[in-house]
């Protein structure tokens, strides 16, 4: 149990689907991350939250939208994404941007 | 340019014979150094944290020491539930952008 629950832990999704990844953390942080692993890649930041305000979009492609309702969630919407978007879907938080970065359990995502 | 390189990419190991893992590193600021433990489909989990050339951490049969240029995991007679892969992530910089991570190790303990 590391705090911070991630659901679905897999989903398999047509291009045209949308869905959602969900996160929330337990630890009463303010900082919470999206981040993308695929095979044989450093982990790669999607975007960043502080406080729920985005404060780093790293030149992610549209179909994939967050949303922070507030600091213990973070959501990961997903419309018609494309085979290459299959991976494992990371959900982090920290207390701030120089602390610790604790992961969920992550998200499979296959797209078919 | 920023850069996390680990070493090696695979390492397979008989149950007690100790070995090391390296991250050698090329960031401008450290502010920290940072280990976490992958299991297959699982999320990585934090095993420590380093802030200055010199210090060392230890957990059961893990101990992590920090140079200026790279840290090393040693791993003193493992077992087989030490397999997983190890990831490293060096912090630089005090924005929210400030972790880069190396593409691990995937460690084989044999019985």
């Known amino acids: 149990e590391t705090g911070v629950t991630q659901t679905p832990r897999h989903l398999v999704m047509g291009m045209t689907n949308k869905k959602s990844l969900k996160c929330e953390q337990h630890l009463g942080h303010n900082a919470m991350y999206w981040y993308k692993q695929s095979a044989k890649k450093p982990l790669e930041l999607m975007f960043v939250?502080?406080?729920?305000?985005?404060?780093e979009n790293n030149s992610v492609p549209s179909r994939f939208s967050p949303e922070c309702p507030n600091s213990s969630h973070l959501f990961l919407h997903l419309h018609t994404l494309q085979p290459e978007d299959s991976a494992l879907y990371l959900c982090?938080?920290?207390?701030?941007?120089?602390?610790?970065?604790?992961f969920g359990e992550g998200s499979w995502l296959t797209v078919v | 340019e920023d850069q996390v390189t680990q070493s090696p990419e695979a390492l397979r190991l008989q149950e007690g014979e100790s070995s090391s893992l390296n991250c050698s590193y090329t960031v401008s600021g450290l502010r920290g150094l940072f280990w976490y433990r992958q299991d297959p489909g699982k999320g990585p989990e934090f095993l420590f944290t380093l802030y200055s050339a010199g210090e060392e951490k230890e957990k059961e049969r893990l101990k992590a020491t920090l140079t200026k240029k790279e840290s090393f995991l040693h791993i003193t007679a493992p077992k087989p539930e030490d397999s997983a892969t190890y990831l490293c992530?060096?912090?630089?910089?005090?924005?929210?952008?400030?972790?880069?991570f190396g593409t691990g190790t995937r460690l084989t303990v044999i019985p």
């Open positions: 939250y502080n406080f729920k305000e985005q404060t």
């Open positions: 982090a938080s920290s207390q701030d941007f120089r602390n610790t970065i604790y």
């Open positions: 992530a060096v912090q630089a910089g005090t924005g929210a952008n400030n972790l880069f």
